[in-house]
Structure formats: C-alpha cells, structure tokens
C-alpha cells in the first residue's frame, strides 16, 4: 500500500474525521505556565529558546486574526498595583485582581453590564459585526495564503462563547442567577451574539476556507454543567443549532467547544446540538476519555493527558501513554496535556513526556 504523505492541516481534518492517516497529530494544545518555563529554564531550557523546540512537533493550526468582542475596546489601564499583585481593567471591560507572576486565574472584582440599559448600551456602541476595524487592514491580501496553508485553519478563540461571553458581561454568579431573575436579558444576550457572529463568519467563510469554528465556554466544573442540561436545551441549544447549521453548510469541517471540568452532561447537550469536537477533558474532573469514546464514537477529542501525572514521574506518565495508545485504536482523537503544564512539572519530566508521546504515536 502507498505510504500517505500528509500535511499537517490534513493530518489534523483526516484525523478528526475517523479517515485513514499515518499517524496522528504530535502537538501540545496547552503549553506551560509561565512560572514552570521560568523552572525549566533553572533546569536546562536554555533561555530565549522556545520549550518546544527540538522535539519536532507539528505545527499543529493557526487562527483567523478577528475581533469577536467590543470595537472598539474599553480602555485597558492599572488602577492599583503593589510588588506581588495588580488590580486592572482590561480591554473587556472587567476589573480583576492579577498576580504578577501570571501563574494562576485572577480574582474578578467587577464587570461591565449591570443591567438591560447597560447591555443596550453595548449592543449599540461597541458590538456592530459590521465594524471594519475588525479585521486587520488589507486582510484580503491574505486569502490565498490562508487557504493554501499547510495548517489546519481556526476561526474562533477565548474568550468567545454563547455561555462564555455572557459570563463575562455579567460575571458567573449574576449571569447563573440571571437565568432565573433576568431570563430574556440572557436570552437576548445569547441570541443576539449567535447572529453577531454568523454576521461575521459569514465574510470570511465567503473567501477562505475555515476549518473550524471554535467556541469557548469553560461551563462545567468538577462536579458537572455550571446550568442544567434542560436549562442548555432551552437557552443555548438553539444557538448552537445555528452556529452548527451555518457551519456545515459553509464547508466547515468542525465546530469546537472548550469547556474545563466534568462534561458528562455537556457533551451530550453539545453533541445533541451538532458539536463534532470537544476538548480537553481534564482527568482531575473525572473524565475517563475512553467512556466518552464508547458513549460518542464519532466526536473529535482532543487533549486529555492527565497534566498531574507529568509531575509524577516516568512511571506515572508511562502510565498515562496506556490510555493514550487505546484512544488512538480508535482514531479521531489528538493527545495533549489536559490544561496548561503548571510548575510542579520538572524539565526531565517534560522532555520525558514529549518522547513517549512521539513513540506512542508513531512519528519518525
């Protein structure tokens, strides 16, 4: 049988479309924090040099420069600092607490929609999808080079989702209560930012072939959805059916969700609604990806890689290549750390887990 020479672009499509490949993709979808780079520099990254260099990963995809948020933007500024930590308001418009060392999620402190006024207010002045600042000036000039890349081509990133979004406006706790106290508020919310995106999926599926549209939503944690399944089904599944809809209509291979913790629930919501790609799976959550593979044996996966057993040791991550060789068996599945790589995670460990996973997978 002829040997296949792929792309990487069409490792990533075929592998995630269960078609036959030489191997699957080599990648690390989450990289490290910034403080276990600083470790692995104290260890023998040498410094200025990138951690991923010299263990031949792919080049795994790229994204479609868009705005998906405010134009124009809030203003960003520092509102108070000390040595350790720094209060700011971001161009979202949330004010948070940030540590310096950037090595762990900030504490939220005040968004910016605090009622109806305040969402038509945004609607109005700073989500037009007809905006032309948001595409980079002279994007057109970049057609034909997007839709000859050898990488898989996304459109869609953080922090864009139809719960995710929202979340932001209002924050988590005002948004949950919301679909109580407030249900047409997030409706019109939801509803309105799906049309605000196809808006502007539109101009660019038009012209360049989009691989993946891609959703981030961080809507479970340990113990399940952050709403329930019925609540998903009638707020969000009708977004969702859009986006998909339009999706696959439009030559777009997958339509991807991020969400951390457990989604025993909310992949079985997601895929009722036509997602085809779900990642990452955190295996501190609970998630077992080869009951998921069982339960959805046709739905993209990706990640998964328990990113604790990284700081365990060779034998806990030979451990872990166990179930990644399974998952492999039956296709539509790229392996990667579960989440970002925190600092407890040695440099010895890391290039160890970067030579196993190459060998499990196959590449020369």
Not at 64 to 87: C, H, M, R
Not at 188 to 217: A, G, P, Q
Not at 269 to 281: K, Q, R
């Amino acid at each position: 049988m002829e040997k296949l020479t792929l792309t990487d672009r069409e490792r990533f499509i075929k592998t995630l479309k269960f078609e036959e490949v030489d191997r699957a993709p080599y990648m690390v979808v989450f990289g490290p924090w910034g403080s276990t780079v600083q470790r692995w520099q104290r260890e023998g990254l040498v410094p200025n040099k990138s951690w991923a260099d010299g263990f031949g990963y792919d080049g795994g995809w790229i994204q479609f420069p868009i705005n998906l948020g405010f134009y124009p933007p809030f203003k960003a500024e520092i509102i108070s600092q000390t040595d350790e930590e720094v209060i700011h308001r971001d161009d979202r418009g949330i004010v948070k607490r940030d540590k310096k060392t950037n090595d762990s999620m900030p504490e939220f402190l005040e968004y910016p929609v605090k009622n109806w006024d305040d969402w038509e207010r945004l609607k109005k002045e700073r989500l037009d999808p007809d905006s032309p600042e948001r595409f980079q000036p002279n994007w057109e000039q970049s057609i034909e080079a997007y839709n000859k890349s050898t990488q898989a081509v996304w459109l869609g990133h953080y922090p864009f989702g139809i719960f995710g979004t929202p979340r932001d406006f209002l924050g988590a706790e005002e948004l949950l209560v919301s679909f109580y106290t407030e249900p047409e508020l997030v409706r019109d919310m939801m509803n309105y930012l799906t049309d605000f995106w196809i808006r502007i999926y539109e101009k660019i599926t038009s012209k360049i072939k989009i691989d993946v549209i891609h959703i981030w939503e961080d809507m479970s944690f340990k113990n399940g959805m952050l709403i329930s399944p019925k609540t998903f089904r009638e707020f969000m599944t009708p977004c969702y059916k859009k986006i998909t809809e339009f999706a696959y209509a439009n030559g777009v291979d997958f339509v991807s969700v991020d969400s951390d913790g457990d989604c025993t629930e909310l992949a079985e919501v997601l895929v009722e609604a036509g997602v085809n790609l779900l990642w990452p799976f955190e295996r501190q959550a609970g998630n077992d990806l080869l009951a998921y593979r069982k339960k959805y044996p046709k739905l993209g996966m990706m990640c998964g890689f328990d990113k604790t057993a990284m700081a365990k040791g060779k034998a806990e991550i030979d451990k872990e290549m166990e179930m990644v060789a399974e998952m492999l068996k039956y296709g539509g599945y790229i392996p990667s750390p579960d989440h970002l790589i925190p600092s407890d995670v040695s440099w010895e460990n890391f290039k160890y887990y970067s030579i196993r996973l190459k060998e499990v997978i196959g590449k020369k």
